[in-house]
T-cell receptor, first 110, second 114 residues
Framework: RKEVEQDPGPFNVPEGATVAFNCTYSNSASQSFFWYRQDCRKEPKLLMSVYSSGNEDGRFTAQLNRASQYISLLIRDSKLSDSATYLCVVIMDSSYKLIFGSGTRLLVRP | EPEVTQTPSHQVTQMGQEVILRCVPISNHLYFYWYRQILGQKVEFLVSFYNNEISEKSEIFDDQFSVERPDGSNFTLKIRSTKLEDSAMYFC????????????FGEGSRLTVL
């Protein structure tokens, strides 16, 4: 079983749509969770951390369900500039190593 | 804004040749990483480096790979004898004091092994 699993997509949505991505992780020792964004042929960049209580940053909402080992990202009011690959990232306890999922590709069309 | 810089941006080499990829992390950062991404695949961890030594490494990071921080600013990845399957984008990343999970990545060095 993969350490971090994501639906590869692509999700093709119109501008203004709400879209949700899911991610599951296999190791219950996972301690910290993040969403990174990667534009085509570019480096990954941190989008947001994911906290146990859920957190919001503008149009982006991240949620964590430790019991189900499940992380989600919700994007409201999609913009053309949101088109990218969204990477679910997990860090294990006592580690500084980021484990990346394969990413979910989002295409926002006019 | 401080950034991680990598050179070269693209290197083409023959199988069996040695390659050195160079990185200059953000100056006050303490944690340094190499990741790679084969075209169309996920970002894979290779190695992390802290306090002048390797702190973690993956199964990919075998005896053909080595890292150095020779002068307090550069952070290099050496592949001793490249294989076709080493063709990938190699990303250097760094993180500051008080690890938060935010890694700052360079733009990557694309390695093509022929």
């Amino acid at each position: 079983r993969k350490e971090v699993e994501q639906d590869p997509g692509p999700f093709n949505v119109p501008e203004g749509a709400t879209v949700a991505f899911n991610c599951t992780y296999s190791n219950s020792a996972s301690q910290s969770f993040f969403w990174y964004r990667q534009d085509c042929r570019k480096e990954p960049k941190l989008l947001m951390s994911v906290y146990s209580s859920g957190n919001e940053d503008g149009r982006f909402t991240a949620q964590l369900n430790r019991a189900s080992q499940y992380i989600s990202l919700l994007i409201r009011d999609s913009k053309l500039s949101d088109s990218a690959t969204y990477l679910c990232v997990v860090i294990m306890d006592s580690s500084y190593k980021l484990i990346f999922g394969s990413g979910t590709r989002l295409l926002v069309r006019p | 804004e401080p950034e991680v810089t990598q050179t070269p941006s693209h290197q083409v080499t023959q199988m069996g040749q040695e390659v050195i990829l160079r990185c200059v992390p953000i100056s006050n950062h303490l944690y340094f990483y190499w990741y790679r991404q084969i075209l169309g695949q996920k970002v894979e961890f290779l190695v992390s480096f802290y306090n002048n030594e390797i702190s973690e490494k993956s199964e990919i990071f075998d005896d053909q790979f080595s890292v150095e921080r020779p002068d307090g600013s550069n952070f290099t990845l050496k592949i001793r004898s490249t294989k076709l399957e080493d063709s990938a984008m190699y990303f250097c990343a760094s993180s500051g004091r008080g690890f938060t999970g935010e890694l700052f990545f360079g733009e990557g060095s694309r390695l093509t092994v022929l």
